[in-house]
C-alpha cells in the first residue's frame, strides 16, 4: 500500500518562504517519478514542479527561479522550497507519485500567502 503525506503548509506573508514535505510509505518510491501540484479555489490543479526517480526536475513558468523540488530516497520523502511567495501561491498543494500506470495522490496542505 503506497500513502503519501504532505506537511510544511501554513500562513505566509508576501516574500516569505516555507518547504513543503510529503513522505511516502511503500518500496517503490526510490524508482517513482513525483510530482506537487497545487489547485487553488475555483481553478483546475496544475503541476508545479517535478522530479523523476533520476533526479531531473522541471516547473512551472509562474515558479521557476522560486521553488525548487528534491527528492530524498534514504528518507522516501520530496521536499519543495518555495521562496519569494506570492499571494498567487495560495492553494492546496498535493504530492504525486507516479509509477509505470499508477497514481498515489497526498491528502494535500494549504499555502495561504497573505499580510
Known amino acids: 500500500q503506497v500513502q503519501l503525506v504532505e506537511s510544511g503548509g501554513g500562513l505566509v506573508q508576501p516574500g516569505g518562504s516555507l518547504r513543503l514535505s510529503c513522505a511516502v510509505s511503500?518500496?517503490?518510491?526510490?524508482?517513482?517519478?513525483m510530482g506537487w501540484y497545487r489547485q487553488a479555489p475555483g481553478k483546475q490543479r496544475e503541476l508545479v514542479a517535478g522530479i523523476t526517480s533520476g533526479a531531473t526536475t522541471n516547473y512551472a513558468d509562474s515558479v521557476k527561479g522560486r521553488f525548487t523540488i528534491s527528492r530524498d530516497n534514504a528518507k522516501n520523502t520530496v521536499y519543495l522550497q518555495m521562496n519569494s511567495l506570492k499571494p498567487e501561491d495560495t492553494a492546496i498543494y498535493y504530492c504525486?507519485?507516479?509509477?509505470?500506470?499508477?497514481?498515489?495522490w497526498g491528502q494535500g496542505t494549504q499555502v495561504t500567502v497573505s499580510s
Open positions: 504525486k507519485l507516479r509509477r509505470s500506470n499508477s497514481e498515489y
Open positions: 511503500g518500496s517503490i518510491f526510490s524508482v517513482a517519478a
